[in-house]
């Protein structure tokens, strides 16, 4: 069978032959549809991360697929994959079959695509958690999202105002307005964040981005509010003013959704549900498995929609 295979950190992606996996107890042996790639395998891929596979490995932390072998599922069931140690700890979903451990598993309805089905969970449990697990957002409330063109961004975006919050969307430029909603209110920061948020109120940041672009939005947060970070694409840093910051009094809540995993999982078939009957929408953007490497790079592109995924013979 095909695989992508990494064999040194930051080595371009190949695709080899593997020999096919035989399943084992406690394991699942499921046909990949499409293979989610993702912010998380390329921080493994670069070596940036905690902990990674034994090299050569195969990247790939979610999937979608159908079963081939399993005592838990029967053959020919759909399902999505994440977790479990896949494409961090062990070979990941980038690969015509998966071997993977049963608990990583779960059934994808019918009404649910495989490329769909495979690259939901990440950023619809992460917008999901981050503003009811962690912000523990109230209807009325001002939520401000930075990246809101992004998968994350885009979902917090559906997600609070269809919790009765006010939202504003902050975006990188003004040809992305027309990507939301009515009722939302847009903000481009095309060239001076700080000049552009000035003035701006919010109970509640969601921000996605990092970077400069945090520090001149953590200022728009009120005293008292929340800001839930939750990524770092425009850079890894962040510099306070402490004694400003202090008296602000506003508190950073980083979300970890591998600590969270458990209740990313409880809330997919919600999620999945609302994405089968249109309530939510997510921008997947397919890959042939040989195009890993250019997938890598697109995820990387600044206003770049919705997420990457391979699919398997296209």
Same mark, same amino acid.
């Given at each position: 069978?095909k695989?992508v295979?990494i ?12 020999p ?11 046909q990949? &549809? @499409?293979a989610?790639?993702? &912010? ?7 070596g ?7 090299f ?5 932390? #979610?999937?979608? $697929?159908v079963?081939?072998?399993?005592d ?9 994959l994440r977790?479990?140690?896949? +494409?961090?700890v062990? %070979?990941?979903?980038?690969?015509e079959?998966i071997d993977?451990?049963? #608990?990583?598993? @779960?059934p ?14 990440s950023?619809c449990?992460s917008?999901?958690?981050?503003l009811?697990?962690?912000a523990?957002?109230?209807?009325g409330e ?11 961004g885009s ?6 105002a269809?919790?009765?919050a #006010?939202v504003t969307a902050?975006v990188s430029?003004?040809a992305?307005?027309d990507?939301?909603?009515? +009722? ?16 701006l109120s919010a109970?509640?940041?969601? %921000?996605?981005?990092g $970077? ?14 929340r800001a839930?970070l939750?990524g770092?694409t425009a850079?890894?840093?962040l510099?306070?003013d402490?004694? &400003? ?6 508190a ?8 969270? #995993?458990?209740e990313?999982?409880?809330?997919a ?5 609302r994405l089968?009957? $249109?309530?939510l929408?997510?921008e997947?953007h ?8 250019q997938?890598?790079?697109w995820?990387t592109?600044? $206003?770049?929609?919705g997420?990457?995924?391979?699919v398997?013979?296209?």
């Open positions: 069978m695989a295979r064999h040194a950190f930051d080595a371009a992606p190949v695709l080899e032959d593997v096919v996996p035989e399943r084992r107890p406690g394991r699942t042996i499921v990949m &549809h @499409a989610t790639v993702g &912010h998380i395998d390329r921080t493994v891929w670069r940036s991360f905690l902990r990674h596979p034994p050569p490995y195969t990247p790939g932390v #979610e999937a979608a $697929g079963v081939v072998a399993s838990r599922y029967a053959p020919g069931q759909r399902v999505w977790g479990a140690g896949l +494409g961090t062990s %070979d990941g979903t980038w690969c079959l993977a451990p049963d #608990e990583a598993i @779960a994808l309805p019918d009404a649910v695509p495989a490329p769909l089905g495979a690259a939901f969970f950023p449990t917008a999901w958690v981050a009811h697990g962690v523990r957002v109230r209807a001002h939520v401000l999202v930075t990246g809101a063109t992004g998968a994350v979902l917090a975006v559906q997600l609070a269809d919790a009765g #006010e902050v430029s003004r992305q307005a990507r939301f909603a009515k +009722g939302t209110r847009v903000i481009a920061v095309e060239r001076d964040p700080d000049a552009v948020l000035k003035g109970d509640l940041l969601v %921000d996605t981005v $970077g400069a672009h945090l520090a001149a939005a953590l200022i728009c947060v009120r005293p008292g509010g839930v939750v770092y850079g890894q840093t510099s306070l402490i004694a &400003h910051f202090l008296q602000r009094d506003v950073l809540l980083p979300l970890n959704m591998f600590r969270r #995993e458990a990313g999982r409880a809330a078939p919600e999620l999945l549900a089968s009957d $249109g309530r929408h997510l997947v397919t890959f042939a498995l040989g195009d890993a490497a997938a890598l790079d995820i592109r600044r $206003g770049h929609r997420r990457a995924v391979l398997s013979g296209g």
